[in-house]
Each structure stands twice: as C-alpha cells, then as structure tokens.
C-alpha cells in the first residue's frame, strides 16, 4: 500500500515563527499535494506539485510557500505563522496524470498557532 | 472547476443501505466523479470512483445518470464503523489540480 508520511502529528508554534510541514510518500507519485481542513469547511487546497521543482497555487495559498526538491518530499512553509493557520494540515499524493488516479492521504499534522 | 452540493448530514440505522447524492451540475465532458470517506483524525480514504452508468467494488456501488450531473453513492447495510464523512469529487486528473477541488462532505451517522 501506498504510505505518505507526515513529519509531525501535533505542533504548537508561536505567531511570528516560521513552520515546515513535511511529507514523504514511498511510492514514487507525481503529484502531491497540501490542503487544510477546518470545522465546518471542509479540506481546501492550498498547493499542489506534479513534478519536482514544480508547483501550482490551490484556492488558498496566501500565507504558505511550497518546496519540492525531491520527488518523494513536498514541503509546506509557513513563512511568517498567524493564529488564522491553525488548522489540520493534510498531504496526499496521487500518480501520473491520468484521469483515474485516487489520491493518498497522510493522516494530517494538527497546528496550533498561539 | 466543478463544483459539488452533498447534504450536509444524514443519520442511519445499522443495517440499511445508504444512500448519498452528489450534484455536479458543470462537470465536464473529461471528469470523473471520485468519493472518499474520512474518519475524525486521519486523512481521506478512496472509496469509488466513476465516469457513467454504475460502478461497484467490495465497499460500495456509485451510480451515475446518463446526464452525469449527479451521483450516488451506495453503501450497502452499513455498520456503525461507516459512520464517517464522505466527500465526492469532481474533475479531470490529467490536470492534477482539476480533480482535487473537495465539497463539504456528508457526515454519515450510523445508529445501532
């Protein structure tokens, strides 16, 4: 089975700090991708990556960066973390582009900014 | 991008087949239509996916109209473990981003 890992399960940081969110996926996909999922609003799609190096805004990227160096790692990055980014963090990944590839999710990173 | 409407919740028994509608009324003509179910604290799980007529796995059957402006999913006698939110999504995968936009989801209650 296909396994996307995501660095940390609970975070806390501080407003003001800079947060990484890593994600690894073990089964050479394509593209990967970060959302945020929020009570009542269900997950959004902040970035996205069909190859290294290569990444696309989602419906809410203000406030993160995105760092694809690696085929199997997709970084979100939090440059400057405000108390609106608390929110679970999801990543998945999904295979080459064809119309019925399914996504894989991590089991998610709960931020909590203060 | 497509957009889908789900009902927000439903309740059940323990038992009963379920069944939960999607509308998409701008899907295009290279979309598939994708559901998942999330359980509190993980990540979305794939359940079915389909383009026409009627799809059916170990899990569920997904239906889908000539017109293809809805679909339903069907789960049959559904246990208390299926108590969970399902998400139906829209798009065409040969544009990564396409296919990756998420409704609100149903939140399915399953009662004993």
């Known amino acids: 089975d296909v396994k996307v890992t995501q660095s940390s399960r609970y975070l806390v940081k501080r407003t003001g700090e800079k947060v990484f969110l890593e994600c690894v996926q073990d089964?050479?996909?394509?593209?990967m991708f970060w959302y945020r999922q929020d009570p009542g609003l269900g997950l959004r799609l902040i970035y996205f990556?069909?190859?290294?190096?290569?990444?696309e805004k989602g419906d809410i990227p203000e406030g993160y960066s995105v760092s694809r160096e690696k085929k199997e790692r997709f970084s979100l990055i939090l440059e400057s973390a405000s108390t609106n980014q608390t929110s679970m963090y999801l990543c998945?990944?999904?295979?080459?582009?064809?119309?019925?590839?399914?996504?894989?999710f991590g089991s998610g990173t709960q931020l909590s900014v203060l | 991008l497509a957009k889908t409407t789900q009902p927000i919740s439903m309740d059940s028994y323990e038992g009963q087949e379920v069944n939960i509608t999607c509308s998409h009324n701008?899907?295009?003509?290279?979309?598939?239509i994708t559901w998942y179910q999330q359980f509190p604290s993980q990540g979305p799980r794939f359940i079915i996916q389909?383009?026409?007529t009627k799809v059916t796995n170990e899990v569920a059957s997904l239906f889908i109209p000539a017109d293809r402006k809805s679909s339903t999913l069907s789960l049959p006698r559904v246990s208390l473990s299926d108590t969970a939110v399902y998400y139906c999504?829209?798009?065409?995968?040969?544009?990564?981003?396409?296919?990756?936009?998420f409704g609100g989801g149903t939140r399915l209650m399953v009662k004993p």
């Open positions: 389909g383009y026409k």
């Open positions: 999504l829209v798009g065409d995968g040969n544009n990564a981003g396409n296919m990756l936009t």
């Open positions: 701008n899907i295009a003509t290279n979309d598939y």
């Open positions: 998945a990944s999904s295979g080459a582009d064809r119309a019925n590839e399914k996504l894989f």
């Open positions: 990556s069909y190859d290294v190096k290569m990444k």
């Open positions: 089964m050479d996909h394509e593209n």
